[in-house]
């Protein structure tokens, strides 16, 4: 009987980056990049500790978003001949460095790599991964989380309720067409939490979420376990606090295992260091260079003069670490097991893509910390939330407290000089989706497309991306073109169906652009429905405060 | 006044609003210098205004047009890529108000206020206590109010815990709030207010509340908090000395830290490089390339290693140079008589 136990959690997501109008779009490269460096790898460790039997537990939340694009002809094709670009430049590189065998045995890493990233992709899955992590969940080593469906900052559009419930349900309808099941987990996007929100993932069948550790810690009533159990909400829909500790180890950009010198250094790529017109056919098609994949140094120390990178120490580094970071586990179970009077759960959410694109040992460090889990101590076990529920279904009735795992523990990067001038066009689209929803209960028809068409174009504009982009600096422009065309396309169908006058082969190309959800339910953002979700539950604060007697809930009794 | 766009304005009335502003104007100015220091004073000077208690701190939304912060490192340049788009209506012509809860001690809010509500408040008001009256948000503190109560403060503000008055410029349109208390909860009135100290209310926000920032004053019986868990974890998570926990407060001040989905690893970053500054400094690499041609159906090797011929049997092959002497052996087989032509160059690198 293990004292405590573990719940390692990455989230999957990537805002939808298709763009047929284009033969090549740069922003689509998130998608290919992140398949090659992270999904696929993952899925390759993920699936070797299966087949070895190790036994372990791990959770993923893969957005609608992402879904998606995973599950879409155009991106498939399109990644399968970017891939095959970097096998070519692979091979050709292990030509050109056959006098220098400090990189030669990397570009042949590189193209071992590659291939096997064809064969999985290609071969074994039918260019739909997904269907890898499905696997893994039907295996019961893996429990995949759901969504909001365009992981939209949902705090932030709290004045809208109906665009509340609809991201959310549209969320759990995603995931259960491409997973075949319901789910019991959900992300929330950037853990942002709002007290009241829970009434909608209860709605959606949901049994939990993650929110930050001063989510909980800051709850109310104080939860007696701080964030090292559970709570409920007064829906009943229980929610988990982040772990700060596990967090830092992994996260922290100074203290951080990804920034240890013998790993690979992110920002040496052969598409900046080569001389141009070698890897002009690798880069963009305008000439400007761009990252590649193929990197060939280690992060070395704070110098630009990077020595090459030596795979064997990286990965004897990657043991290390996860030798320290389950050894800390242990420490602080050992320790808490001592003053609880249950097993505490530490629980460590991550981005996903953080696990082999910006740490590129990231996923071997998943490999080594599973099997040495598994294998070198009995005091932690690794677990799902779904499965701790399971062990303990009585916990205490707590309303979260607001909170985000963004910078400062709140909204404000996603509220700020730089990107706070969306939301008063959000929140007119969201009113006016729902007068739409509310105004046509029965269209049928171009109308009935138009109003689905309008509704998939305000769920991409709601995306947290596009806000986070505008903040951080990078790729504004596009971010911001993302916005406005979104929002432009969303009024100029809600003006037309307004006056009952679609423009039907105009609605026909941005069916065939912004293809996401294809079978919308825009009843969805149908206000009365929404109110009924809401008078259905109790005020959660007052509930919380004023019965105490009824302070329990059993997942049994939900 | 309010929302005639600057540029359209006459000299006059760009200079009487530049007084109304207390903005400083030098004596040759022109026209467009005239809007754009009124401009840059709408997007970056405090207001001023009553306080009728504590110091409320304010700092301005940055405009929402023309501010975007610089891209960093040679990152995509996706702009080209784009078909010209859509651009956003500046307003939706209602007169509204609405505000967000950016985190324990800060609120943000817009506005909108359309012209015939400002036409009909200035004839109402007649010209010239229109002119003497300022445009306010009035910022009440409505935790603890049913929502009847919360609904008549605008009329009597003594229901609130407490108001306050920010004077906004008529060329701002949002604005952060610095409530300065969390676990709270606030409603915003737009308004005039005149010179004798009426106020006329516009527009309404909704209610929001502040979260908490600290732990729960609330304690379940049944679930009675254990002590040594909140110490052990705020100390290890957020750095908290040996202190007792109701001295492990308020939180929020604490999470300011380099973690969470912006810090690292967000996807939308990829491709950025570092910004810091390089000294000066310069790389020299050699490569040398090697090519030929024999029948297209012949063999070739260079070094041992069997080389792909194009169509027309020529081949090029290129290799990273260290220093040193190598000799590349080029074999060249016929595929029809089996004969073989071997040439050998010699390259010699040295770097001095």
């Known amino acids: 009987m293990p004292q405590g136990y573990l719940a390692m959690i990455l989230h999957a997501h990537l805002p939808y980056v298709r763009h047929p109008e284009h033969s090549y779009f740069l922003e689509e490269n998130w998608l290919y990049e992140a398949i090659t460096e992270t999904y696929i790898p993952l899925?390759?460790?993920?699936?070797?500790?299966?087949?070895?039997?190790?036994?372990?537990?791990?959770?993923?939340?893969?957005?609608?978003?992402?879904?998606?694009?995973?599950?879409?002809?155009?991106?498939?094709?399109?990644?399968?001949?970017?891939?095959?670009?970097?096998?070519?430049?692979?091979?050709?590189?292990?030509?050109?460095?056959?006098?220098?065998?400090?990189?030669?045995?990397?570009?042949?890493?590189?193209?071992?790599?590659?291939?096997?990233?064809r064969a999985l992709f290609e071969d074994r899955y039918h260019r739909n991964i997904l269907q890898a992590f499905i696997n893994l969940q039907n295996r019961g080593v893996l429990e995949i989380l759901a969504s909001a469906a365009t992981h939209g900052f949902l705090p932030l559009m709290d004045i809208s309720q109906p665009a509340v419930r609809a991201q959310i349900k549209i969320g759990v309808d995603t995931y259960k067409r491409f997973v075949g099941a319901q789910a019991k987990g959900f992300w929330l996007p950037e853990c942002a939490y709002h007290p009241g929100h829970d009434r909608f993932l209860r709605e959606a069948g949901i049994a939990y979420f993650i929110v930050d550790a001063h989510g909980i810690i800051c709850a109310s009533p104080r939860p007696k376990y701080a964030n090292l159990a559970p709570i409920y909400c007064p829906s009943g829909v229980a929610a988990f606090g982040r772990d700060l500790e596990s967090s830092k180890q992994v996260w922290s950009a100074t203290e951080g295992y990804p920034g240890d010198f013998d790993y690979r250094e992110f920002y040496r790529d052969v598409g900046y260091d080569l001389e141009y017109d070698y890897i002009r056919p690798y880069i963009q098609p305008d000439g400007t260079r761009m990252q590649t994949g193929i990197k060939y140094y280690r992060i070395t120390g704070h110098t630009y003069d990077k020595q090459p990178y030596d795979p064997d120490r990286a990965r004897e580094k990657a043991a290390n670490h996860a030798g320290n970071f389950m050894f800390n586990r242990e420490k602080q179970v050992e320790y808490l097991a001592t003053v609880m009077d249950r097993a505490p759960l530490v629980v460590a959410p991550y981005d996903a893509e953080l696990f082999g694109h910006w740490w590129f040992e990231g996923p071997v460090w998943l490999d080594f910390l599973f099997r040495k889990l598994a294998y070198d101590q009995q005091t932690v076990k690794a677990i799902t939330p779904g499965d701790y529920l399971a062990l303990y279904p009585r916990n205490q009735l707590?309303?979260?407290?607001?909170?985000?795992?963004?910078?400062?523990?709140?909204?404000?990067?996603?509220?700020?000089?730089?990107?706070?001038?969306i939301y008063r066009h959000l929140h007119k689209a969201a009113e006016r989706m729902a007068e739409l929803a509310d105004t046509h209960p029965e269209a049928t028809?171009?109308?009935?497309?138009?109003?689905?068409?309008?509704?998939?174009?305000?769920?991409?504009?709601?995306?947290?991306?596009?806000?986070?982009?505008?903040?951080?600096g990078t790729v504004v422009p596009y971010a911001q073109k993302r916005t406005k065309d979104h929002l432009g396309r969303f009024t100029r169908l809600y003006e037309q169906i307004k006056r009952g006058a679609v423009e039907e082969e105009w609605l026909r190309e941005i069916e065939y652009l912004d293809n996401i959800f294809p079978d919308l339910d825009y009843s969805v953002y149908r206000t009365d429905a929404t109110a009924g979700v809401l008078d259905a539950s109790p005020e959660p604060a007052l509930a919380a405060v004023q019965s105490p007697a009824g302070s329990t809930l059993s997942a049994a009794g939900r | 006044?309010?929302?005639?766009?600057?540029?359209?304005?006459?000299?006059?009335?760009?200079?009487?609003?530049?007084?109304?502003?207390?903005?400083?104007?030098?004596?040759?100015?022109?026209h467009e210098g005239l809007v754009e220091l009124i401009r840059n004073f709408a997007g970056t000077n405090p207001a001023r205004g009553r306080k009728p208690f504590g110091t409320t701190r304010i700092w301005p939304a940055v405009p929402a047009e023309g501010t975007q912060p610089a891209m960093a490192g040679p990152g995509p340049t996706p702009a080209k890529n784009l078909e010209s788009g859509y651009e956003l209506p500046p307003g939706y012509g209602d007169t509204r108000i609405v505000a967000m809860v950016r985190d324990p001690?800060?609120?943000?809010?817009?506005?909108?206020?359309?012209?015939?509500?400002?036409?009909?408040?200035?004839?109402?008001?007649?010209?010239?206590?229109?002119?003497?009256?300022?445009?306010?948000?009035?910022?009440?503190?409505?935790?603890?109010?049913?929502?009847?109560e919360a609904a008549a403060v605008s009329f009597n503000p003594s229901l609130a815990a407490r108001y306050f008055d920010i004077v906004i410029n008529p060329y701002t349109n949002n604005w952060y709030i610095d409530v300065g208390a969390p676990n709270r909860s606030y409603c915003i009135d737009l308004g005039i207010l005149t010179q004798d100290g009426r106020f006329i209310r516009l527009a309404r926000s909704n209610p929001v509340t502040t979260p908490r920032a600290g732990l729960s004053e609330i304690i379940d019986e049944e679930w009675l908090t254990l002590d040594e868990i909140y110490?052990?974890?705020?100390?290890?998570?957020?750095?908290?000395?040996?202190?007792?926990?109701?001295?492990?407060?308020?939180?929020?001040?604490?999470?300011?830290?380099?973690?969470?989905?912006?810090?690292?690893?967000?996807?939308?970053?990829?491709?950025?490089?570092?910004?810091?500054?390089?000294?000066?400094?310069?790389?020299?690499?050699?490569?040398?390339?090697?090519?030929?041609?024999?029948?297209?159906?012949?063999?070739?090797?260079?070094?041992?290693?069997?080389?792909?011929?194009?169509?027309?049997?020529?081949?090029?092959?290129?290799?990273?140079?260290?220093?040193?002497e190598r000799a590349i052996p080029v074999a060249g087989t016929s595929a029809h008589t089996g004969e073989t032509i071997v040439i050998t160059p010699v390259v010699a690198k040295h770097t001095h």
């Open chain 2, 1 to 30: 006044m309010f929302h005639k766009e600057l540029a359209e304005m006459t000299r006059s009335e760009l200079l009487q609003a530049a007084q109304e502003l207390d903005i400083g104007v030098p004596a040759n100015i022109s």
């Open chain 1, 445 to 472: 028809g171009v109308i009935r497309r138009a109003i689905q068409q309008a509704a998939r174009e305000f769920l991409l504009a709601q995306s947290s991306d596009w806000a986070f982009i505008m903040k951080t």
């Open chain 1, 398 to 421: 707590s309303t979260p407290s607001m909170s985000s795992w963004g910078y400062k523990g709140y909204h404000e990067v996603w509220l700020e000089g730089s990107n706070d001038w």
């Open chain 2, 105 to 148: 001690y800060w609120i943000h809010t817009y506005w909108e206020v359309t012209e015939p509500a400002i036409a009909g408040l200035r004839r109402e008001l007649g010209p010239s206590a229109w002119e003497a009256s300022r445009m306010i948000l009035r910022v009440y503190d409505i935790s603890g109010l049913n929502a009847e």
């Open chain 1, 43 to 117: 899925i390759e460790v993920l699936e070797k500790l299966a087949d070895d039997g190790v036994p372990f537990r791990m959770s993923m939340s893969i957005t609608p978003t992402l879904m998606s694009m995973f599950n879409d002809p155009l991106l498939q094709d399109r990644y399968l001949h970017h891939l095959d670009k970097l096998i070519e430049l692979a091979e050709r590189e292990e030509e050109r460095t056959r006098w220098q065998p400090e990189f030669h045995r990397l570009a042949h890493m590189y193209r071992d790599r590659f291939s096997r990233a």
């Open chain 2, 231 to 324: 110490g052990f974890t705020l100390r290890r998570g957020y750095g908290f000395g040996q202190s007792s926990i109701e001295l492990m407060q308020p939180l929020a001040r604490r999470l300011a830290r380099e973690m969470g989905s912006g810090a690292v690893s967000s996807i939308s970053s990829w491709g950025r490089r570092p910004v810091a500054e390089r000294p000066f400094w310069l790389t020299v690499h050699t490569e040398l390339i090697v090519h030929g041609a024999t029948e297209p159906d012949a063999r070739v090797s260079v070094a041992g290693q069997e080389v792909k011929l194009r169509p027309d049997g020529a081949f090029t092959l290129r290799f990273a140079l260290p220093d040193g």
